[in-house]
């Protein structure tokens, strides 16, 4: 039976955190030796910037979602903790660090992710194709998942994202569509379901993930699963939206992990080949069982 959800009904106080959403601080030997080498090798990562909920665990497992081009976005995401404004210039050197940092944490499954770089002709693509090439080069073994931003319609620029010998690309809705002006304003739905269109027909296999909480109803979450497996989504995340500052979007409701299981079951009715469904899931929690 699924209980009843935390609701912010009182926008006046931000909602308690339920007992669910409790995780550990990072601690241990492997998440000391993850930290130095991102602090050796100068590198950014999503679990830093993005504030992650996950990253002593993910850390603490040796493992990493590595954010190149920068931790400067173009975009200005109401969900986003990443900081935003216009970019430095990118470092040309930064595929070869991220590689070698790659190879010495012997890493069996790499997650590479990126700021918008709207200001970029190519949005970023040659670091892209250059990031994935160089570690396959170092790490042969090693599976890639690439989890892009929005190219914009630059198609030229996606193909050349996608071609370095990624297993899998991923690229995140985020949001419902009636929720995008809010949430990610800078960002069309039709236009990332395109991105993702081209990329299956590009032969990868595909990835996308939504955040909840923001004020989505379950019928509009349905109609995104159906749209994602329309479009050749093979796999979907679906996590707690958390709130970075209080200038960020409000959380308006903490979803019970019964209801994330019941997202789980109708994304697989609805199409979808793999759905990780929890509070704690993100983009890429659990990464290596999406390939």
């Known amino acids: 039976m699924i209980e009843s959800p935390v609701v ?9 955190k339920p ?3 409790r995780v550990k601080l990072p601690v241990g030997k492997e998440y000391l030796k993850v930290r130095e080498l991102v602090d050796q090798y100068k590198l950014h990562t ?3 910037s993005g504030n992650c909920p996950n990253m002593g665990e993910c850390w603490g497992n040796g493992t990493a979602t590595f954010m190149i081009l920068g931790n ?6 109401s969900f986003c903790a990443v900081a935003t404004g216009r970019p430095p210039e990118y470092d040309e050197d930064e595929p070869e660090r991220v590689a070698m940092a790659i190879q010495l944490m012997k890493v069996k499954h790499a997650v590479i992710t990126s700021v918008n770089r709207d200001e970029l002709k190519d949005r970023g693509a040659e670091i892209w194709y250059q990031t994935v090439v160089k570690i396959k080069d170092l790490s042969p073994a090693t599976t890639i998942e690439t989890l892009i931003p929005d190219v914009k319609n630059t198609w030229d620029a996606l193909i050349r994202m ?15 569509e009636r929720l995008y002006r809010r949430v990610r304003p800078q960002g069309k739905y039709e236009r990332s379901l395109d991105q993702i269109k081209r990329t299956k027909a590009f032969g990868k296999k595909t990835k996308s993930g939504i955040m909840v909480g923001l004020g989505e109803k379950d019928e509009e979450v349905f109609k995104t699963m159906e ?3 329309a ?13 970075p500052t209080k200038l960020h979007h409000e959380v308006l409701e903490f979803v019970h992990p019964d209801k994330f299981e019941l997202y789980r079951e109708e994304g697989l009715k609805r199409g979808l080949s793999y759905v990780e ?5 993100r983009s890429s929690y659990h990464a290596e069982k999406h390939v």
């Open 46 to 48: 999503i679990c830093e």
């Open 231 to 243: 479009h050749g989504c093979d796999v979907m995340t679906i996590g707690q939206y958390l709130q």
């Open 162 to 176: 996608i071609s370095g010998g990624q297993e899998i690309v991923s690229h995140n809705l985020e949001t419902v």
């Open 72 to 77: 400067v976005c173009t975009r200005g995401c």
């Open 19 to 21: 007992k669910w959403l």
């Open 8 to 16: 912010n009904e009182n926008k006046e106080l931000r909602p308690r």
């Open 227 to 229: 749209d994602l497996a």
């Open 277 to 281: 469904s929890g509070p704690l899931v």
